[in-house]
């Protein structure tokens, strides 16, 4: 009789394993960033925008975080899009290097989708825009676009008309 060699078993059991592995993964596709991004494309007179323009927001502990921080020659940009609150406020500060500056309050009333990918994956959320309202002091109007906000930025959702100013 013929004894077993215990190298012979240990590969047979390596490879084993190996294909009970290979088996038991799945290939999802996550994706990296789940964050979403609201397109702003400025139209009108002022594109691009030659003035400087910083956005900020109101964070849920009451401190201001800046979303966008003195751009310049803009005529396009995107932002993240809460998934905790019903209505983001943005603040648009526009301003030159006269001194002169402008600050609208922009509203953007949402309602927040769960997106399911996988089990495997992070939550994540889509959004629908509801509503846009804002105060007029530099911007002349806002005018929704593309109300479905996912993972596809190749639409724009919001065009943003700004007065334009002689100084």
Same mark, same amino acid.
């Given at each position: 009789m013929r004894s077993r060699s215990p190298i012979?078993?240990?590969?047979?059991?390596?490879?084993?394993?190996w294909c009970m592995l290979a088996i038991s993964c799945s290939s999802i596709d996550?994706?990296?960033n789940n964050r979403v991004y609201m397109i702003y494309k400025l139209q009108g007179d002022e594109v691009p925008l030659s003035d400087s323009?910083?956005?900020?927001?109101n964070r849920t502990d009451e401190n201001d975080t800046v979303r966008l921080n003195r751009a310049v020659n803009v005529d396009s940009f995107l932002l993240p899009v809460s998934y905790r609150r019903h209505?983001?406020?943005? #603040?648009? +500060?526009?301003?030159?290097?006269?001194?002169?500056?402008?600050?609208?309050?922009?509203f953007i009333e949402k309602e927040?989708?769960?997106?399911?990918?996988?089990i495997d994956c992070s939550p994540n959320y889509f959004h629908t825009i509801k509503k846009v309202r804002h105060t007029r002091?530099?911007?002349d109007s806002i005018v929704i676009n593309n109300k479905n906000v996912t993972y596809d930025t190749s639409k724009p959702h919001l065009f943003i008309y700004f007065k334009? #100013?002689? +100084?």
């Open positions: 012979n078993s240990h590969r047979k059991l390596v490879v084993l394993l996550c994706p990296l323009l910083t956005i900020y927001s209505e983001d406020i943005l #603040f648009f +500060r526009r301003s030159n290097n006269t001194g002169w500056s402008v600050t609208d309050t922009v927040d989708m769960p997106h399911f990918e996988s002091l530099g911007i334009h #100013f002689y +100084r």
